[in-house]
């Protein structure tokens, strides 16, 4: 079993729909959590990051952390189709050098 | 601003070729990283260099060698290409070691026949 689980995809949804892209984890250590975008035959860029448990809000993106169920989400308010592209969640923990484990991304396509 | 500039852009090497990936920085970052994404697997993590003078082994060194060749600069190298290497390989950087949001570049797609 991968350390990070993420729901590849594809997620197709119409222009202006609340999208919900989620990661499940199985160390409990980790506590640094990062959502990535990354468009086609582009590197990812970092899209929001967050410590231990909690939301945070930026402009359309909320990100949302529950530790005690191991589960991140990433919710994207009246998406756009500028969206469209591969998510990656990544996290770390501190006893781990605090280097980064990714999920294999979700697909995501907004349509107009 | 060019942040993290990867070249070549694409290369096609024959089994038991070698070459050397070449990656640079502008961002005065400490640390660099090399990745290598495969489909449904992720981003997974070959070698980095914490700081200028000093690398180590990721999830996935075997077969690479790098060099840390100033704090701008971290370079890959393949010994003697596999097929099992075709991949897409990302360096990234990021001010320190951990915890600290990394800035990648735009990729380097290798093909091994």
């Known amino acids: 079993q991968k350390e990070v689980e993420q729901d590849p995809g594809p997620l197709s949804v119409p222009e202006g729909a609340i999208v919900s892209l989620n990661c499940t984890y199985s160390n409990s250590a980790f506590q640094y959590f990062m959502w990535y975008r990354q468009y086609s035959r582009k590197g990812p860029e970092l899209l929001m990051y967050?410590?231990?448990?909690g939301n945070k809000e930026d402009g359309r993106f909320t990100a949302q952390v529950d530790k005690s169920s191991k589960y991140i989400s990433l919710f994207i308010r009246d998406s756009q189709p500028s969206d469209s592209a591969t998510y990656l969640c990544a996290m770390s923990a501190q006893d781990a050098g605090n280097m980064l484990t990714f999920g294999g991304g979700t697909r995501l396509m907004v349509k107009p | 601003n060019a942040g993290v500039t990867q070249t070549p852009k694409f290369q096609v090497l024959k089994t038991g070729q070698s070459m050397t990936l070449q990656c640079a920085q502008d961002?005065?970052?400490?640390?660099m990283y090399w990745y290598r994404q495969d489909p449904g697997m992720g981003l997974r993590l070959i070698y980095y260099?914490?700081?200028?003078?000093?690398?180590d082994k990721g999830e996935v060194p075997n077969g690479y060698n790098v060099s840390r060749l100033n704090k701008r600069e971290f370079s890959l190298r393949l010994e003697s290409a596999a097929p099992s290497q075709t991949s897409v390989y990302f360096c990234?950087?990021?001010?320190?070691?951990?915890?600290?949001?990394?800035?990648f570049g735009n990729g380097t797609r290798l093909t091994v026949t």
């Open positions: 260099s914490a700081s200028e003078g000093t690398t």
């Open positions: 990234a950087s990021s001010e320190r070691q951990g915890n600290s949001p990394l800035h």
């Open positions: 961002m005065n970052h400490n640390s």
């Open positions: 967050t410590y231990s448990s």
